[in-house]
């Protein structure tokens, strides 16, 4: 079932657009994310013929298709579908093979649809450019790809090819304008080889120029920093299978975070599959979360659309950059008179001092980070404890990347042991609150949830300039977490996914004009 979160503005304005085809540029789009709940193919250790992995593929190309078209006459330019939302994402190395085509560069000025046997058996890179072309509308999909190799090639694999997690934009014509293998692997994705280099991927539209990446990335300086501040993209194209881990690392607060940090449009589209936690995609702005969906309730898809500005930098409305340790460093430490203590957030140690009044201000440090905190509750329950904390340090499970984080949340229950356990409600209201930190970094992403897993609204707070994440307009917000999550991109390793010691490359720049 396909439900559509369209607001009643973007209808309207959808009556005023060119059309997708036009090559006049546009002020403004309609851009879409279809969240999937994927068909997963049966588990199995040997592999599965061609002629199904097909047939599972083409049942969710069915229902993307309906989003699709719901989405283009709803007045779309562009939709972005999920990571492993053709195939699902349990496999070996073995059993991902049928589902893989051959993808060629861009560069060939390649139309499936009217030529589907040029490049050999690629039906579903068929029917997606099809889809595309019959809907006048960019579609993003994430899909494998495999390229043959041999012993020429000293990083060839035994099985003499190389398979990658890829991402494929096919124009309103059905071109293939842009291919993006994904270049930080998550730990678990032992069916896909690392390329060999860091490519950036963009391309121009009618509406804006557009980078693209995938889950993963999201976390890297090399492509998703690299794409924004280098390459200066209009919009970020994101499909991803995110499973929600409490409390910093949820979808849409991580995903709204990255946009207003970076400054950038941002489409993300994740899978839906409550089981595994997956759900959280949404349509952001710079200045603003335009839409976004968060449903751990069903199993239904969800389809969002939302209009943006096409060249957000040009905005009077553009944000202005932050320098996040600015108040911090002139900022006297609160003394507080209490003991800190630790606790762990998602394998990592933070230091945690606990918020004992309704009003206060607090400071807490690890290392050379030292967070400052100050608050006003409407009141101080009995039956919810909140703490600040901080990390200042190399994350190692499941990939390694530095992190610097302040953060203040509610802990589990009111044992102190319980703080930094996933929370999803919370009574206790904020009334004033102001957050910063001495980073060293930066890239530093502000995120607030509520209660019930919802984001803030923008209108309640702010972020200034000298790196506050602080209250307006008085409002008291039921806040689970709030957090300003910092990247120390220099102090990592070559590659998220990989330890130190592998060899890392200057990304490689590939744009394509469309």
């Given at each position: 079932?396909?439900?559509?979160?369209?607001?009643?503005?973007v209808?309207?304005?959808?009556?005023?657009?060119l059309?997708?085809?036009s090559?006049?540029?546009?002020?403004?789009?309609?851009?879409?994310?279809?969240?999937h709940?994927?068909?997963?193919?049966?588990?199995?250790?040997?592999?599965?013929?061609?002629?199904?992995?097909?047939?599972?593929?083409?049942?969710?190309?069915?229902?993307?298709e309906k989003?699709?078209?719901?989405?283009?006459?709803?007045?779309?330019?562009i939709?972005?579908?999920?990571?492993?939302?053709?195939?699902?994402?349990?496999?070996?190395?073995?059993?991902?093979?049928?589902?893989?085509?051959d993808?060629p560069?861009?560069?060939?000025?390649?139309?499936?649809c009217?030529d589907?046997?040029?490049?050999?058996?690629?039906?579903?890179q068929?029917?997606?450019?099809?889809?595309?072309?019959?809907?006048?509308?960019?579609?993003?999909a994430?899909i494998?790809?495999?390229?043959?190799?041999?012993?020429?090639d000293?990083?060839?694999?035994?099985?003499?090819?190389?398979?990658y997690?890829?991402?494929?934009?096919?124009?309103?014509?059905?071109?293939?304008?842009?291919r993006y293998?994904?270049?930080?692997l998550?730990?678990?994705?032992?069916?896909f080889?690392f390329?060999?280099?860091?490519?950036?991927v963009?391309?121009?539209?009618p509406?804006?120029k557009?980078?693209?990446f995938?889950?993963?990335?999201?976390?890297s300086?090399?492509?998703a920093?690299?794409?924004?501040?280098?390459?200066?993209?209009?919009?970020?194209l994101?499909?991803?299978?995110?499973?929600?881990t409490?409390?910093?690392l949820?979808?849409?607060?991580?995903?709204?975070?990255?946009?207003r940090?970076?400054?950038?449009?941002?489409?993300a589209?994740?899978?839906?599959?409550?089981?595994?936690?997956?759900?959280?995609?949404?349509i952001?702005?710079?200045?603003?979360?335009?839409?976004?969906?968060?449903?751990?309730e069903?199993?239904?898809?969800?389809?969002?659309?939302?209009?943006?500005?096409s060249?957000?930098?040009?905005?009077?409305?553009?944000?202005?950059?932050v320098?996040?340790?600015?108040?911090?460093?002139?900022a006297?430490?609160?003394?507080?008179?209490?003991s800190d203590?630790?606790g762990m957030?998602?394998?990592?140690?933070?230091?945690?001092t606990?918020?004992?009044?309704?009003?206060?201000?607090?400071?807490?440090?690890?290392?050379?980070?030292?967070?400052?905190?100050t608050?006003?509750?409407?009141?101080?329950?009995?039956?919810?404890v909140?703490?600040?904390?901080a990390?200042?340090?190399l994350?190692?499970?499941?990939?390694?990347?530095?992190l610097?984080?302040?953060?203040?949340?509610?802990?589990?229950?009111t044992?102190?042991?319980?703080c930094?356990?996933?929370?999803?409600?919370?009574?206790t209201?904020?009334e004033?609150?102001s957050?910063?930190?001495?980073?060293?970094t930066?890239?530093?992403?502000?995120?607030?949830?509520?209660s019930?897993?919802?984001?803030?609204?923008?209108?309640?707070?702010?972020?200034?300039?000298?790196?506050?994440?602080r209250?307006?307009?008085?409002?008291?917000l039921?806040?689970?977490?709030m957090?300003?999550?910092?990247?120390v991109?220099e102090?990592?390793?070559?590659?998220?996914?990989?330890?130190p010691?592998k060899?890392?490359?200057?990304p490689?720049?590939?744009?394509?004009?469309?």
């Amino acid at each position: 079932m396909i439900r559509s979160h369209f607001p009643k503005y973007v209808a309207l304005f959808a009556l005023f657009v060119l059309s997708v085809g036009s090559t006049q540029s546009l002020d403004t789009f309609i851009a879409a994310v279809y969240e999937h709940a994927v068909i997963l193919p049966n588990s199995t250790e040997t592999p599965v013929s061609k002629g199904d992995a097909v047939r599972l593929m083409n049942k969710n190309i069915d229902v993307l298709e309906k989003a699709v078209k719901l989405a283009a006459k709803q007045g779309a330019h562009i939709i972005v579908t999920p990571e492993d939302g053709i195939y699902g994402w349990v496999f070996t190395r073995e059993t991902i093979y049928p589902y893989l085509e051959d993808i060629p560069d861009p560069k060939v000025n390649w139309i499936p649809c009217r030529d589907p046997q040029r490049f050999g058996h690629a039906p579903v890179q068929e029917r997606l450019s099809c889809l595309a072309k019959d809907n006048s509308i960019y579609i993003v999909a994430n899909i494998g790809d495999k390229k043959p190799c041999n012993a020429s090639d000293p990083q060839c694999p035994a099985d003499g090819r190389y398979q990658y997690n890829t991402n494929v934009v096919f124009d309103s014509e059905g071109k293939l304008v842009a291919r993006y293998h994904k270049y930080n692997l998550f730990a678990p994705e032992i069916q896909f080889d690392f390329p060999k280099d860091s490519e950036v991927v963009t391309f121009e539209t009618p509406f804006g120029k557009f980078g693209i990446f995938t889950c993963f990335d999201i976390f890297s300086h090399d492509p998703a920093v690299v794409v924004v501040d280098d390459f200066q993209v209009d919009s970020v194209l994101y499909p991803v299978a995110w499973y929600n881990t409490l409390p910093l690392l949820s979808a849409v607060p991580f995903q709204s975070a990255w946009a207003r940090a970076m400054r950038v449009n941002l489409l993300a589209a994740n899978t839906h599959n409550t089981s595994m936690h997956m759900t959280g995609s949404g349509i952001y702005a710079p200045e603003a979360v335009k839409v976004y969906h968060y449903d751990m309730e069903t199993e239904s898809g969800q389809l969002m659309l939302s209009e943006l500005k096409s060249q957000p930098r040009r905005e009077p409305t553009y944000p202005a950059a932050v320098d996040w340790s600015a108040y911090a460093r002139s900022a006297k430490p609160f003394s507080s008179g209490q003991s800190d203590f630790p606790g762990m957030i998602y394998f990592d140690e933070f230091t945690f001092t606990e918020l004992k009044e309704n009003t206060g201000n607090y400071t807490v440090c690890q290392k050379d980070l030292c967070c400052h905190l100050t608050y006003k509750m409407s009141e101080k329950r009995k039956d919810e404890v909140y703490a600040l904390g901080a990390f200042n340090g190399l994350h190692t499970v499941e990939g390694q990347y530095y992190l610097q984080i302040c953060t203040l949340l509610k802990c589990q229950t009111t044992d102190l042991k319980t703080c930094g356990e996933p929370v999803g409600s919370a009574f206790t209201k904020f009334e004033e609150f102001s957050l910063s930190g001495t980073f060293g970094t930066s890239y530093v992403f502000p995120q607030i949830v509520l209660s019930g897993s919802q984001l803030a609204p923008e209108r309640y707070y702010e972020v200034s300039r000298d790196g506050r994440l602080r209250s307006q307009s008085g409002a008291s917000l039921p806040v689970v977490v709030m957090a300003l999550y910092g990247r120390v991109f220099e102090k990592d390793p070559p590659r998220l996914g990989q330890g130190p010691g592998k060899s890392q490359r200057s990304p490689s720049p590939v744009h394509f004009q469309d």
